[in-house]
């Protein structure tokens, strides 16, 4: 015999929608590791075509590595705290950092972003694996999941236009030095 207790159980979880409340994305990115960190390191996201303006903030509680403000084109302003840097192995960077507010506010409690970089060792030209994952508190949507999934791909489509024209740019220059 089942007991209502546990009935009342199982209805609940069907009705809740079970999901990971992790997205992770990658691509391999066109350009050296030094470059494509110094983009994604500096946090200004010029090469993004969805940020309109971000600036680190001056305050007290900004955190030694820093807090920044993000206004994207839909008129959303978040403000992030990066919680880590690594750039302690000589082929990989991570960045680590976290959402500490939005205007207007988004529908979950947390999110933990995280963006790895790796250089590709052996290839034609240089490049970069670059991962970003964000990992989102239990109160997130699948709706929001899938919306990350797809800002994540818009990020990398920016980041890998922006780099491989810079690339371009750079084998043009090498070949009218020689």
């Known amino acids: 015999l089942i007991s209502s207790r546990s009935r009342s159980l199982a209805a609940t979880r069907s009705i809740m929608a079970v999901n990971p409340g992790y997205v992770l994305e990658a691509a391999v990115v066109p350009g050296d590791l030094n470059y494509v960190w110094g983009l994604v390191k500096s946090m200004n996201y010029k090469f993004s075509k969805s940020v309109v303006q971000a600036k680190r903030e001056e305050g007290s509680d900004e955190g030694a590595l820093g807090q920044y403000s993000v206004a994207y084109s839909d008129n959303t302003v978040q403000t992030l705290r990066v919680t880590e840097i690594s750039e302690r192995l000589p082929t990989k960077r991570s960045l680590g950092m976290e959402m500490v ?5 988004v529908d979950y ?7 790895c970089l790796s250089a590709v060792t052996h290839g034609k030209t240089p490049s970069v694996y670059v991962e ?3 990992d989102f ?3 997130v949507s699948m709706a929001v999941l899938e919306d990350s999934k797809f800002k994540k791909r818009d990020f990398f489509d920016d980041l890998i236009a922006f780099s491989g024209s810079h690339e371009s740019s750079g084998s043009n ?3 009218q030095k020689t």
Do not use: V
Request: proline residues 10%.
């Open 109 to 115: 409690s947390s999110r933990m972003d995280q963006i």
């Open 173 to 175: 220059a090498k070949r």
């Open 101 to 105: 507010s939005s205007d207007p506010p």
């Open 132 to 134: 970003f994952s964000s």
């Open 137 to 139: 508190s239990s109160d």
